[in-house]
């Protein structure tokens, strides 16, 4: 039966790179405070729901992908890529 997982096991492809470009944010921006940003933007997600996505226990919609990518400043590819 198929599952919708990565090849690791997780549940998303964007986790680990987006804790890794929030990290790199200046200011250093806390999970509370992108999941604050998020609310700007009309996605509805808590501290929680960050550390969830971040360690790959949470499926990630097209519209998050997106607000992802412009608060990070980057592109959704590049939040989908490996490296």
């Known amino acids: 039966m198929y599952k919708n997982k990565s090849t690791d096991g997780s549940n998303n492809i964007c986790g ?49 992908l997106k607000a992802f990518a412009q608060i990070l400043n980057t592109t959704t590819d590049e939040l989908l890529s490996d490296n």
Do not use: H, M, W
């Not at 501290?47 to 996505?53: G, Y």
């Open 16 to 64: 680990k790179k987006l804790y890794v470009l929030r990290k790199q944010l200046s200011p250093k921006v806390s999970q509370r405070a992108f999941a604050d940003k998020l609310q700007l933007k009309g996605i509805d997600l808590d501290k929680n729901a960050i550390q969830r996505i971040e360690c790959g226990k949470r499926f990630v919609t097209d519209i998050e």
